[in-house]
């Protein structure tokens, strides 16, 4: 077969071009991977997916608050007193007691021995020494009689005084208004100098806070109390 010069430059012409077309078919093809094959593992790892739920914090619990007393503390009712014309030592034994009972908050037994108070009747001045029992506790005192033909003074004094944990506690719940708990270090009755110590106290708030408070007895059983 003949080829003229300008048949055989048209025929290597498409050739080159059909050539060239293989070529970049080629290089652009994407060759798709064997079966069962799997892809390569990443060098970093798998990352935990990252939590949307806040980590919970510990919460105090809210207490129920203790009631403030809306009354003030009842006035204790002491019976057995004596005639007017009774002996002057059984109505001063009475005085006694009762100054106790009213001091400590609470009704309840108690004694007054003074020895040598039978004769305070005769006119003259008497100082004696008294023991006082309230409700089991005991505590001294000087007792002094002024004592004349139709008539008779007389005194007792004492640094300690009676008081029952309750008007303790009563008088800490008015003064701190947010009190869940209150714990005072004392007997359920205690005898206490009104010159001394203090009773200590710790308050539990509301808020579950624990706030220490100083209760200070007077000589006629008032209580004041103060955040230590």
């Given at each position: 077969?003949?080829?003229t010069?300008e048949?055989?430059?048209f025929?290597?012409?498409?050739?080159?071009?059909s050539?060239l077309?293989?070529?970049?078919?080629?290089?652009c093809?994407?060759?798709k991977?064997?079966?069962?094959?799997?892809?390569?593992?990443?060098?970093a790892?798998?990352?935990?997916?990252?939590?949307?739920?806040?980590i919970?914090?510990?919460?105090k619990?809210?207490l129920?608050?203790?009631?403030t007393p809306?009354?003030?503390?009842p006035?204790p009712?002491?019976?057995?007193e004596?005639?007017d014309?009774?002996?002057?030592a059984?109505?001063?034994?009475?005085a006694?007691?009762?100054?106790?009972?009213?001091a400590a908050?609470?009704?309840?037994?108690?004694?007054v021995?003074c020895?040598?108070i039978d004769?305070?009747?005769?006119p003259?001045?008497h100082?004696?020494?008294?023991?006082?029992?309230?409700a089991?506790?005991?505590?001294?005192?000087?007792?002094t009689?002024?004592?004349k033909?139709?008539?008779a003074?007389?005194r007792?004094t004492?640094?300690s005084v009676?008081?029952?944990?309750?008007?303790?506690?009563d008088?800490?719940?008015r003064?701190?208004?947010?009190?869940?708990?209150?714990t005072?270090t004392?007997?359920?009755?205690?005898?206490?100098k009104?010159s001394?110590d203090?009773?200590?106290?710790?308050?539990t708030?509301?808020g579950n806070?624990v706030?220490?408070?100083?209760a200070?007895?007077?000589?006629?059983?008032q209580?004041?109390?103060?955040?230590?």
């Amino acid at each position: 077969m003949r080829f003229t010069r300008e048949r055989l430059r048209f025929g290597l012409a498409v050739f080159g071009l059909s050539a060239l077309a293989v070529f970049l078919l080629s290089a652009c093809s994407d060759t798709k991977p064997q079966a069962g094959a799997s892809p390569a593992p990443s060098s970093a790892g798998p990352s935990a997916p990252a939590s949307s739920t806040p980590i919970p914090t510990a919460s105090k619990p809210s207490l129920t608050p203790l009631p403030t007393p809306s009354k003030p503390w009842p006035t204790p009712k002491v019976t057995g007193e004596p005639a007017d014309d009774a002996p002057l030592a059984e109505r001063i034994r009475f005085a006694i007691a009762k100054q106790a009972q009213l001091a400590a908050g609470k009704a309840a037994t108690t004694t007054v021995k003074c020895p040598g108070i039978d004769s305070a009747e005769s006119p003259g001045k008497h100082e004696l020494t008294c023991t006082v029992t309230y409700a089991g506790k005991s505590y001294s005192g000087t007792l002094t009689v002024d004592a004349k033909q139709y008539s008779a003074s007389y005194r007792f004094t004492s640094e300690s005084v009676p008081i029952v944990k309750a008007k303790v506690v009563d008088a800490v719940l008015r003064t701190v208004t947010d009190a869940a708990k209150v714990t005072c270090t004392m007997d359920n009755v205690a005898v206490v100098k009104h010159s001394g110590d203090p009773i200590a106290c710790d308050v539990t708030t509301t808020g579950n806070a624990v706030q220490p408070y100083k209760a200070q007895i007077s000589g006629n059983g008032q209580v004041l109390v103060a955040k230590a």
